[in-house]
């Protein structure tokens, strides 16, 4: 995803609007864990059924590519959306993009990302 891609997220949320009172999640409230093999992971989910994991590490798009676990170490993640039956869906918030996975995503694009997710 990059600079275009964020500013249509925005261009399409901002023509959609988002209810008043619905608490948007984002990056900051990303719940890490250190995974078995060393990466760090998270699986947010959101009230509409769909989650979004966010990785970074040795094994992940992610820069750079080592083990930590503080998230803070990291400038960008690989991310992946999932439908309520678990079912990889990146493709579906992504035209164009033709993986399960989308590498190197700094917080800004996936706080956009996060918002297009929790509007569907």
């Known amino acids: 995803m ?10 399409t949320l901002n023509k959609a609007g988002t ?4 608490v948007m999640k ?8 250190q995974s078995m093999g060393g990466n760090l ?7 509409n059924g769909f989650e979004i994991s966010v ?11 080592e083990n930590n676990i503080d998230p803070d ?8 959306i999932f ?5 990889f869906v990146t493709k579906d918030f992504l035209p164009g993009h033709d993986d399960d996975v989308l590498g190197w995503q700094e917080r800004g694009q ?8 929790q509007n569907a």
Not at 3 to 10: A, E, G, K, L, S
Not at 41 to 47: G, P, V
Not at 110 to 117: G, K, T, Y
């Open 83 to 87: 439908n309520s039956d678990g079912e």
């Open 2 to 11: 990059d600079t275009q891609d964020v500013v249509r997220i925005f261009n």
């Open 41 to 47: 992971k998270s699986n947010t989910k959101f009230d």
């Open 19 to 22: 209810p008043q009172n619905k």
């Open 55 to 65: 990785v970074a590490g040795e094994f992940a798009y992610s820069t750079p590519r």
């Open 73 to 80: 170490f990291f400038s960008a993640f690989e991310i992946a």
């Open 26 to 33: 984002t990056f900051k409230d990303i719940e890490f864990f």
């Open 110 to 117: 996936i706080n956009a990302l996060m918002l297009l997710v």
